[in-house]
């Protein structure tokens, strides 16, 4: 296989989006223009991929100028809150995947950023577009000028690659989720930090973000594997079938990461609760064998003239020692019906 440059575009350098094109003959060609995309598109002959960069106006005008694409589509590309989904056009389909990623420029640890993917589908070209956070585009890139092979298999099975390595992404973040969960035990059962709480409730919130995020996407895994469609082959189907079972075990780890938070702190309220009692058992200690001293003390502080024992030498002592019997007997008492 040979591969070669497209002639050189004569526009803006950035204005003409990064494009791919494998020849029926094997040859590769990178950024076409946008006169080689239409002819591309309209010969329906070789596999051609198009990445957009959503952020330049210039190179969303592709999009309707180049491929035609319905205007409802377009809009939705320009919305970073649109909602994902597959939607099924005359001649192509149209698919929005969400990313996720932890923004490590922020001070907070659960700051989570989201992003969304989007795929138009035809016959022979799949064209993607995204902003800045496209870590998935950029791999299948790199993979793609490494191996150009990978577009020989057709733009259906680029889609796969693409999408199946969005959705690993997942992965990193699920194991970050469970070091934080395992941080969390060690901080309830060993050291007890009393800020555990609040960072617990926080990564519950991570996780149920998640998977709202995450459940929109199954439905869309679902119906690429299992609705006939004559733009995805049986073949290209079982493929997609690997990345819903990746979704479905993400789900899976959300929901056994979830239930794990929630016995963490069922174990921190309970340990709260413990060392409360704890306390609250040794004021009571404390007042119970305090009792006969001030009993005892108070008796004989009474402003009386005649007192048993006040001109006794051995008054005090004796006064001493028997508070101190009443207090051994009410600890033992207290130990007897094992209140301690």
């Not at 079972?245 to 938070?261: A, C, K, M, S, W």
Request: aromatic share 10%.
């Amino acid at each position: 296989m040979t591969v070669a440059n497209a002639a050189p575009v004569t526009t803006v350098e950035g204005k003409v989006p990064r494009s791919w094109l494998r020849d029926a003959d094997g040859t590769m060609r990178r950024d076409l223009g946008p006169r080689e995309l239409a002819e591309v598109v309209r010969s329906g002959t070789g596999q051609l991929w198009v990445d957009v960069d959503s952020r330049n106006r210039h190179q969303l005008a592709v999009l309707e100028k180049v491929f035609g694409f319905h205007p409802l589509a377009i809009e939705d590309t320009l919305n970073p809150e649109s909602r994902v989904k597959l939607e099924e056009y005359d001649g192509y389909l149209f698919m929005i995947v969400r990313g996720v990623c932890f923004e490590d420029e922020t001070p907070d640890p659960y700051d989570l950023e989201t992003f969304n993917l989007y795929f138009f589908l035809g016959p022979n070209y799949l064209v993607t577009v995204h902003g800045e956070r496209a870590r998935s585009i950029m791999i299948v890139a790199e993979v793609l000028e490494r191996s150009p092979d990978v577009l020989g298999r057709g733009a259906q099975r680029l889609l796969h690659l693409i999408m199946d390595t969005a959705v690993d992404e997942y992965f990193p973040l699920l194991e970050r989720i469970d070091g934080m969960v395992e941080q969390f035990e060690d901080r309830v059962f060993v050291s007890f930090q009393r800020d555990t709480l609040q960072d617990i409730l926080q990564v519950k919130r991570l996780i149920l973000s998640l998977r709202r995020h995450l459940f929109p996407q199954r439905e869309v895994f679902n119906l690429l594997t299992n609705r006939p469609n004559a733009l995805l082959s049986h073949e290209t189907q079982i493929y997609f079938r690997d990345v819903y079972d990746h979704v479905l075990r993400i789900n899976d780890g959300l929901e056994t990461q979830r239930d794990l938070l929630g016995g963490t702190m069922e174990a921190y309220l309970t340990q709260v609760s413990n060392r409360l009692g704890m306390v609250t058992k040794g004021l009571s200690v404390i007042a119970t064998l305090s009792v006969p001293f001030v009993v005892v003390s108070g008796m004989w502080g009474m402003n009386f003239q005649h007192i048993p024992l006040s001109n006794n030498p051995l008054g005090f002592w004796l006064m001493l020692a028997l508070q101190l019997a009443i207090g051994g007997v009410l600890l033992f008492l207290l130990m007897w019906r094992k209140w301690l």
